[in-house]
């Protein structure tokens, strides 16, 4: 419950002008809980862009009045963001636009590159001259620059794949053609479907594109370039199986909406089989199951269901808690998690506890929760993790950044069970992660320290902000 979702990317294009953006804004509503430090949408007016972007949930950025000054038009791109590299601020709000000598794009992107930092260096070493300290517009460039020697812009796309290593989700427009790509790995999941009356969605998840009333087609294979146009929707592989596929497992367990289906998998199923799992190798004797909201709820389910023990709401979750939440300072006597989150005291008063969340990162807010559940008057409190332990940062655009935060890197199981304040503590299993991508290839390198990609050598969110800095002293 400690970690940030990475970015959700959107794109439509439909057969006819229509409100494109208002569209846009429904998908990136579904796709909220993937960032909510920023979000934008760019509107292709007959190959000019118009656009809006800004800090702040997309109901904060976005109302009726904004929406109907962006120009009625057949394509659009937009983008929610949780900053993974690059600092929180404007400048690194997306889809990003560009100008070239051959036209203009507009990019969405969700994931992090592994190889950001040293692409980086080699264009800037060229002439290049960034304005942001994202790695969006590292692919921006690299896209760009190949744009210049290929026929067409889905032929730069391709080529581009063959330089950009790491997690990425894309979704980019020219003038006349809506483009997604899908790294060869498929760390970051990215679908598409359509409506009945033809206009096609793009979307990080499935969740979006039955939002705006379309009909999911199908996952985009990783290494897969689709490219929509007049001419229909054409499928790119050259760059597909030329790797195993990684699909972040944390997807699974945290990052996806629980309606979402990625690569053929459902995540609310395989949250329920975490819990059952969990009921089968960490049993306990309890009165009352319950999640912690809206992480843990799948798996506290499936718990419930294997070990027959009643599921109930124990945790009361503040729903109104956006970006904008302050959270109080040390000092002012006053707990941030219990602004967001209350104890029913009626469901939990005199008894025997298990609850169940998505994982424990530092600990401070497991050990507040549990408090919170203790306070409420319950005999034992019994925590159960429906992932294995961090042990590893991750590179592929979580802010899983560092093993000195990470609590599992410091603790056995049971010093972190006594730190958080709990009667006893049960971590998924690692072998027990294939179950849940049911024979979909994935990543667990933050569990297991197996990393698909180069390991690169500055992994923090502000790199290139410090890299700056420095320059400027
Ligand atoms: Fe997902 Fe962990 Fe792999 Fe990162 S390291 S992509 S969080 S499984």
């Known amino acids: 419950m400690d970690i940030h979702e990475e970015c959700g990317v959107f794109g439509v294009m439909a057969p006819e002008i229509c409100d494109v953006a208002s569209i846009s804004y429904y998908g990136l509503y579904a796709l909220q809980h993937r960032g909510q430090e920023s979000c934008g949408i760019v509107v292709n007016d007959d190959g ?58 507009a990019l969405a992107h969700n994931g992090n590159l592994s190889n950001a930092a040293e692409l980086r260096s080699r264009l800037e070493l060229h002439g290049a001259i960034f304005h942001t300290t994202s790695d969006t517009e590292t692919i921006a460039y690299i896209i760009t620059k190949e744009r210049l020697r290929t026929a067409s812009i889905e032929d730069a796309v391709s080529q581009a794949m063959n330089t950009l290593d790491g997690a990425y989700s894309l979704v980019l427009m020219s003038p006349q053609k809506l483009i997604c790509a899908r790294d060869p790995y498929g760390f970051r999941p990215l679908c598409y479907g359509k409506t009945a009356d033809g206009m096609y969605v793009i979307a990080s998840e499935s969740c979006a594109i039955k939002a705006v009333g379309a009909e999911v087609i199908r996952d985009v294979y990783p290494g897969e370039i689709l490219v929509f146009s007049k001419a229909g929707v054409e499928s790119r592989r050259e760059h597909c199986q030329k790797k195993d596929k990684k699909l972040c497992i944390f997807e ?115 050990g507040r929760v549990v408090k919170l559940i203790r306070d409420a008057g319950t005999k034992e409190v019994h925590v159960r993790i429906s992932s294995p332990p961090f042990l590893h940062p991750c ?24 730190i958080i304040g709990a009667d006893s503590l049960g971590y998924l299993p690692e072998e027990a992660l294939e179950q849940l991508a049911r024979g979909c290839g994935f990543c667990s390198a933050c569990f297991d320290g197996n990393y698909p990609t180069k390991v690169p050598k500055d992994t923090r969110k502000d790199r290139f902000e410090k890299r700056l800095s420095s320059i400027k002293k």
């Open 252 to 366: 699974y367990i945290y990052f996806a909406r629980p309606d979402s289906v990625i690569d053929g998998v459902s995540v609310h199923a395989s949250r329920i089989a975490a819990g059952k799992i969990l009921a089968r190798t960490h049993p306990v004797d309890a009165d009352i199951v319950i999640g912690a909201p809206d992480s843990g709820l799948d798996a506290a389910l499936g718990f419930s269901q294997e070990s027959g023990i009643p599921y109930g709401i124990g945790l009361i979750k503040n729903k109104y808690i956006g970006r904008t939440f302050i959270s109080p300072e040390q000092g002012a006597r006053l707990d941030g998690v219990k602004i967001k989150l209350s104890a029913l005291e009626e469901s939990l008063r005199g008894k025997r506890v298990v609850l169940v969340d998505d994982s424990i990162v530092r600990g401070n807010t497991m």
């Open 48 to 105: 000019v862009f118009v656009s809006h972007k800004d800090m702040g949930l997309v109901s904060e950025v976005f109302n009726s009045d904004i929406l109907s000054r962006l120009p009625k038009s057949n394509m659009a791109v937009a983008h929610v963001r949780y900053g993974t590299t690059g600092g929180t601020n404007r400048n690194n709000c997306q889809p990003i636009e560009v100008n070239h000598q051959k036209g203009r794009m």
């Open 395 to 418: 590179y592929y655009g979580t802010d899983i950044d560092s093993e000195k935060h990470l609590i599992a890197c410091k603790h056995s199981i049971d010093e972190i069970r006594k």
